[in-house]
């Protein structure tokens, strides 16, 4: 610690903070100093830049002459993979408040009750998420919240831990997905942390909030442990809200036991929102872009944009950037360019320009879209090809299933697995803009 002492007023402040401010003490050993650097990048930064001044402070304050050997070693107090899972906290991020920290992941500051807009669509969700957070133990718990991409979900979940955070903030709040319990779960395993697992979620938890149950499906050994955790925290008459796009019974290789427990409560929707809240929804989000827009320009969005709410502060981004860089007045002609963009020649592509080029692209006849089979080569394609019907048309749900003999909740998990696997997987994001260019094209 003297050594990056004396090395720290030799250096510039970010220097410092990014190179040598990492490293740890290993041990000393035949007036050598062997020192830990988080990764091999870092260590061979740091041994052509700064072993000589290092090297050269080792000796001033040994008094004797010393040598630095630098080897990979995170530091275990930093690092938050060698730390207990009991006491897993997470790094500070801008503007999120203390005690607003939960599982893996942080609370949205922006999702509270009083920020959402209520209407016919969802008020029976925001009643029974509030009632949850101000009550405590009710009819409510656990609640699990129905809906598709974008509609609201991930808002209110949070907002009912961030509502039980302010009444009580020496309360655990554990925010995360599925997926990352899932990959939590994983890393207990291999590192011999499936006790501390098992205690941080069903001792420490105080209020559980797991979003994207419909990504459980399939993981078995998960499935099973999570349905002992909820019996734990039911037990213990702990908060629990779910979220997912699927109800439990329509989430393909979910076993029969976490179905029941996942549905034991009170189950809610959101649906698309009506016209009215449409129009409250442009209003709040353009109050709070500080964007002023005509009642005109407003009813003619909430007409146009009648998809989800991210299509909403999609086109409202647009024409703020528009109206501050270009300096142009937001007027009908401005917004319906920008509706055009958001939602282009609506009607026309169709379902068989969609079919034939995605047949075309992956080497596969039309009838095997259509057809029960589940590998690979087949069922791939046919969620490829929902995810592009249900961007590029105006298809619902029912009109793609009924193209491809599938009901309802199969298209929306198909469309899912491809939002997921666009986020993650780099071969995928590049075959699905590829094939939505192309279907691009065609509306020229």
């Not at 009643?127 to 957070?133: D, F, P, Q």
């Not at 697995?417 to 780099?426: C, N, P, T």
Request: a positive charge; charged letters at 25%.
């Amino acid at each position: 610690e003297e050594v990056k002492e004396r090395v720290k007023s030799k250096l510039p402040k970010n220097s410092f903070s990014l190179w040598i401010d990492p490293i740890t003490f290993l041990e000393a050993k035949n007036n050598t100093l062997y020192l830990g650097c988080p990764n091999k990048f870092s260590m061979k930064w740091v041994t052509e830049n700064y072993m000589g001044i290092m090297e050269e402070k080792a000796q001033e304050i040994a008094k004797e002459k010393y040598r630095v050997t630098l080897k990979v070693k995170a530091p275990a107090e930093k690092g938050p993979v060698a730390r207990s899972l009991a006491e897993t906290g997470q790094l500070a991020l801008p503007n999120v408040p203390e005690g607003r920290r939960g599982g893996w992941r942080n609370l949205n500051h922006d999702f509270t009750f009083d920020r959402f807009v209520v209407g016919k669509c969802n008020e029976f969700a925001y009643s029974a998420s509030k009632a949850l957070a101000l009550e405590g133990h009710g009819p409510c718990n656990p609640l699990f919240i129905l809906a598709n991409t974008g509609l609201g979900k991930s808002h209110l979940s949070q907002a009912a831990g961030q509502a039980i955070l302010n009444s009580n903030p020496g309360l655990k709040v554990f925010y995360i997905t599925a997926e990352d319990f899932v990959n939590e779960m994983v890393f207990a395993l291999r590192n011999n942390g499936i006790d501390e697992f098992k205690n941080k979620y069903r001792r420490a938890c105080d209020v559980l909030l797991l979003e994207e149950v419909q990504f459980l499906s399939g993981k078995e050994k998960t499935q099973l442990e999570l349905g002992y955790t909820l019996d734990a925290l039911t037990n213990n008459h702990k908060r629990i809200i779910f979220t997912s796009s699927l109800l439990p019974k329509d989430i393909p290789n979910l076993n029969k036991e976490l179905s029941s427990r996942l549905t034991s409560g009170v189950i809610t929707t959101l649906d698309k929102p009506d016209y009215e809240t449409r129009v409250k929804i442009l209003q709040r989000k353009a109050s709070d872009q500080k964007l002023a827009l005509s009642e005109k320009i407003i009813h003619l969005l909430a007409e146009k944009l009648p998809g989800d709410i991210r299509q909403i502060e999609s086109a409202l981004r647009c024409l703020k950037a528009k109206s501050e860089l270009m300096r142009e007045k937001i007027d009908a002609d401005t917004a319906g360019e920008v509706i055009q963009r958001i939602i282009p020649g609506q009607g026309a592509i169709t379902p068989e320009h969609i079919q034939n080029l995605v047949c075309l692209y992956f080497k596969v006849e039309p009838a095997m879209l259509q057809s029960k089979s589940r590998k690979k080569i087949h069922s791939y394609p046919r969620s490829v090809y929902v995810y592009l019907c249900r961007q590029h048309t105006g298809m619902t749900a029912e009109e793609i299933g009924r193209s491809l003999n599938r009901n309802h909740s199969t298209i929306l998990y198909a469309s899912e697995v491809i939002e997921h696997k666009l986020k993650i997987d780099k071969k995928v994001k590049n075959q699905v803009e590829f094939l939505s260019q192309k279907l691009k094209d065609l509306e020229k």
